[in-house]
């Protein structure tokens, strides 16, 4: 009945999105979204932000239309902020955005044609593989191991494919939890300046850090304007704000800023005026501190939960910070297959394969949330994951004996 366009008739729904909708009984166990906990949002300061903010002379103002760019009060602290990270930047240098993800579309928008390629980690986050698909762009994976991207071949797909762009989530990446090293850091900037390549440094997480050392961003090391950094505040203050930013060369984000033109016209201005004000006011960092300090709790309660009950063949990450902890079962395990079973048991999760760019891999891993769900429920969803994989163990010894 419809003749949909050739770039969105092929594209499905986000499994975290559809697999969310069905999580919404409160009898279910929840470890599939990467939402904050209830808790952590800042209900009474945003009220009192607001209340101040429409309640003063100027709100009449602030509920116009604004300038695509961003509110001026908002882009001021945000080059502060932006420095304490180790960036150093002005105003111009920045493009306040509609969330992290409207970042990465204008990005997308501006460099992507139909039929260029893109490298991103394999696996990776599965949101900038359906944008990078509405522009009818290629994702190729790149290897990862430990300490990031595997160097080698990083270089063999550079030199092979020609990409545009790099994506990464090098800070307790999503899905993974991993961080890169700074030694990866730098060997990245300096191959993909060497092939012409632009790098999208997607930072959601990093300021949630729980132990380990801080490494510095892949923006602090780009003296040739190379590396667009996007962070947002979705994690750290609310998410329902939408209050984000892409920082990098001013031509970039000049940009950026036309195609967002084009889009929303301006962030909302009562929002980012909230964020300014919550930054200004010195809320941000007593907030954060007492947010990891519960982050913490419940990864650690996640991680000995895992070690409790996992059985032997089970492997899975230990993030550094961020709010994700990947697991890899044995290879004939198969976690969508399996997902049925945990929802009936009230336990949910995200199957590995929508976060991997080629069709088929990762059929054997999941991705655990442990942000949104306190330490009783993670031990004991951690608890009846485990009996349903004991159960799929024992079914393939007795068909493969």
Request: net charge negative; aromatic share 8%; hydrophobic share 35%.
């Amino acid at each position: 009945m419809y003749d949909f366009s050739d770039r969105i008739k092929n594209l499905s729904g986000s499994a975290t999105r559809e697999i969310l909708k069905l999580t919404q009984r409160p009898e279910i166990i929840s470890f599939a979204g990467g939402m904050p906990a209830e808790e952590c949002l800042p209900c009474a300061v945003i009220k009192e932000i607001a209340n101040d903010i429409l309640g003063g002379a100027n709100a009449d103002k602030i509920l116009q239309y604004g300038r695509t760019e961003g509110c001026d009060a908002l882009n001021v602290r945000l080059v502060e902020y932006l420095a304490e990270l180790g960036i150093a930047t002005d105003t111009e240098g920045i493009q306040v955005v509609s969330g992290g993800q409207q970042g990465l579309d204008l990005m997308c928008k501006a460099f992507l044609n139909k039929g260029d390629t893109v490298l991103a980690e394999n696996p990776t986050y599965l949101a900038f593989l359906q944008i990078a698909k509405t522009y009818e762009a290629d994702v190729v994976g790149v290897d990862a191991d430990e300490n990031g991207l595997v160097i080698s071949d990083l270089e063999n797909k550079l030199k092979k494919h020609k990409p545009k762009l790099l994506y990464t989530v090098p800070t307790f990446s999503n899905p993974t939890g991993k961080t890169y090293s700074a030694e990866n850091r730098k060997a990245i900037v300096e191959l993909c300046l060497k092939y012409d390549t632009v790098i999208i440094e997607d930072d959601p997480y990093g300021r949630l850090r729980y132990g380990g050392d801080e490494v510095p961003l892949m923006k602090t090391m780009d003296s040739h304007g190379i590396v667009v950094y996007i962070t947002s505040f979705s994690k750290t203050v609310a998410p329902s704000l939408r209050v984000a930013v892409a920082c990098g060369e001013k031509e970039l984000i000049r940009k950026l800023t036309i195609g967002k033109q084009g889009a929303d016209v301006h962030s909302p201005a009562l929002t980012q005026t909230i964020i300014a004000e919550y930054l200004k006011r010195g809320y941000f960092a007593p907030v954060l501190d007492r947010n990891i300090a519960i982050y913490r709790e419940r990864r650690d309660s996640m991680l000995a939960a895992l070690d409790r009950y996992m059985p032997s063949g089970v492997e899975y990450t230990r993030p550094d910070g961020g709010l994700f902890i990947w697991v890899t079962l044995p290879e004939y395990f198969d976690a969508k297959e399996m997902l049925p079973d945990a929802i009936a048991r009230n336990v949910a999760y995200i199957q590995g394969e929508e976060f991997f760019p080629k069709s088929g891999d990762g059929k054997n891993t999941m991705r655990l949330n442990f942000s949104n769900s306190s330490p009783e429920k993670i031990d004991r969803g951690i608890s009846v994951l485990s009996d349903l994989i004991k159960d799929k163990m024992r079914k393939h010894k007795e068909i493969t004996l």
